[in-house]
T-cell receptor, first 116, second 111 residues
Framework: ETGVTQTPRHLVMGMTNKKSLKCEQH?????MYWYKQSAKKPLELMFV???????ENNSVPSRFSPECPNSSHLFLHLHTLQPEDSALYLC???????????????FGPGTRLTVL | AQSVTQLDSHVSVSEGTPVLLRCNYS??????LFWYVQHPNKGLQLLLK??????LVKGINGFEAEFKKSETSFHLTKPSAHMSDAAEYFC?????????FGAGTRLTVKP
């Protein structure tokens, strides 16, 4: 798990709070991803950054705001969330988003978010 | 469009017996296919991947998967289950830019 790290590992927040999730990859990759994992549902891709540019926003509500200051760091800023946003948020990285589909994605351990 | 279906949401085996986790896919291209494992409170770990080389792919921890184009399947197997194999397993098909995840199969291993 040292390849991709995420902080915090657990977060409890109220609907009016503002918080941020952080992801850092130590693999020299150029693409980074945010996924949402809810109970009983497949992993949902939220955002993709390739060479620091956002290349995909998978119809994610604006209360989730990503930021990618460089290829090693990815943030997810949260504000005015809803209880249904409670989930495990996973960060991943790969060499390049356009790696012909063969690029393996490496995942962090996730942040368990609970919205009260 | 790419999609993947994991045929069993839950599989239960006894320790020392074979494991079979089933996955079917659909793809417009020659696909790349992956199996990931997720242990409780952990991120996803790559078990193995198929990228149009050998159809029988060997992964970590004794797992392997066979790509069968005629059946559009990529089932995951292990000859002998260990207690530490208890986890959630995800079959994934790549459409060259994005990964499409299956809903997952929870593997329970009984002593």
């Amino acid at each position: 798990e040292t390849g991709v790290t995420q902080t915090p590992r657990h977060l409890v927040m109220g609907m009016t709070n503002k918080k941020s999730l952080k992801c850092e990859q130590h693999l020299g990759h150029n693409a980074m991803y945010w996924y949402k994992q809810s109970a009983k549902k497949p992993l949902e891709l939220m955002f993709v950054y390739n060479f620091k540019e956002q290349t995909e926003n998978n119809s994610v509500p604006s209360r989730f705001s990503p930021e990618c200051p460089n290829s090693s760091h990815l943030f997810l800023h949260l504000h005015t969330l809803q209880p249904e946003d409670s989930a495990l948020y996973l960060c991943a990285s790969s060499q390049d988003q356009n790696g012909g589909g063969t690029d393996t994605q490496y995942f962090g351990p996730g942040t368990r978010l609970t919205v009260l | 469009a790419q999609s993947v279906t994991q045929l069993d949401s839950h599989v239960s085996v006894s320790e020392g017996t074979p494991v079979l986790l089933r996955c079917n896919y659909s793809s417009s291209y020659s696909p790349s296919l992956f199996w990931y494992v997720q242990h409780p409170n952990k991120g996803l770990q790559l078990l193995l991947k198929y990228t149009s080389a050998a159809t029988l792919v060997k992964g970590i921890n004794g797992f392997e998967a066979e790509f069968k184009k005629s059946e559009t399947s990529f089932h995951l197997t292990k000859p002998s289950a260990h207690m530490s194999d208890a986890a959630e397993y995800f079959c994934v098909v790549s459409d060259r830019r994005f990964m499409r995840f299956g809903a997952g199969t929870r593997l329970t291993v009984k002593p």
